[in-house]
């Protein structure tokens, strides 16, 4: 099976809140990434989180981890339609550069 | 601003030519720099890393006479389509590895390259 595992679409009204969910198996995962990719366009870096910490805010965007059991979530707040758009989830071992990536999760907002 | 270039954003090419793309660090020096393939249906592939003044590391499966790479400065690394087919038509993405303000490394993606090949 798959590394990182995520549902393939969300679709959510305007102004309500967008849970996006990953799974990983890699134990030794030390760090978790959240990419934002719009289309046509390259992946954007939107948050990332230590394996060490249980949640992290940046505004609208919040980020959860049960390291027990290997969940990572993002949350946004407040959906809006610019925010339609592929999420990313994706995890890298300490001593590698290279994160492995799970298939994207396709986010629709709809008014 | 962009701190990852890739050119060109999108190209059209006739089956059997070649197909040059670059990637260049803005702000940084980049000994190595990361090629992926993004297929239809979202998945992120990656195809090899490049390593400044030595030979790219291939992914299994990914053809090394097929898919060139040059990275001949630290802010220049090159993927060559050659005798490009209608199946290599894809969105190539390229990525460096930034250390961010708190220490952390993470992967900085180019805009991408479409290409489609007729």
């Known amino acids: 099976g798959e590394d990182v595992e995520q549902s393939l679409f969300l679709s959510v009204r305007e102004g309500d809140s967008s849970v996006i969910n990953c799974t990983y198996t890699?134990?030794?995962?030390?760090?978790l990434y959240w990419y934002k990719q719009e289309p046509g366009a390259g992946l954007q870096l939107l948050t990332y989180?230590?394996?060490?910490?249980d949640m992290k805010q940046d505004q609208r965007l919040t980020v959860l981890l049960n390291k027990k059991d290997k969940h990572l979530s993002l949350r946004i707040a407040d959906t809006q339609t610019g925010d339609s758009a592929i999420y990313f989830c994706?995890?890298?071992?300490?001593?590698?550069?290279?994160?492995?990536f799970g298939r994207g999760t396709s986010l629709i907002v709809h008014p | 601003g962009a701190v990852v270039s890739q050119h060109p954003s999108r190209v059209i090419c006739k089956s059997g030519t070649s197909v040059k793309i670059e990637c260049r660090s803005l702000?940084?020096?980049?000994?190595?720099m990361f090629w992926y393939r993004q297929f239809p249906k979202q998945s992120l592939m990656l195809m090899a890393t490049?390593?400044?003044?030595?030979?790219?590391?291939?992914e299994q499966g990914v053809e090394k006479d097929k898919f060139l790479i040059n990275h001949a400065s630290l802010t220049l690394s090159t993927l060559t389509v050659t005798s490009a087919h209608p199946e290599d038509s894809s969105f190539y993405i390229c990525?460096?590895?930034?250390?961010?303000?708190?220490?952390?490394?993470?992967?900085?993606f180019g805009a991408g390259s479409r290409l489609t090949v007729l």
């Open positions: 990525s460096v590895v930034r250390r961010g303000a708190d220490g952390a490394n993470v992967l900085t």
């Open positions: 890699d134990s030794s995962s030390t760090y």
């Open positions: 989180i230590f394996s060490n910490m």
């Open positions: 994706a995890e890298r071992a300490g001593g590698s550069y290279i994160p492995t």
């Open positions: 702000d940084f020096q980049a000994t190595t």
């Open positions: 490049s390593n400044e003044g030595s030979k790219a590391t291939y």
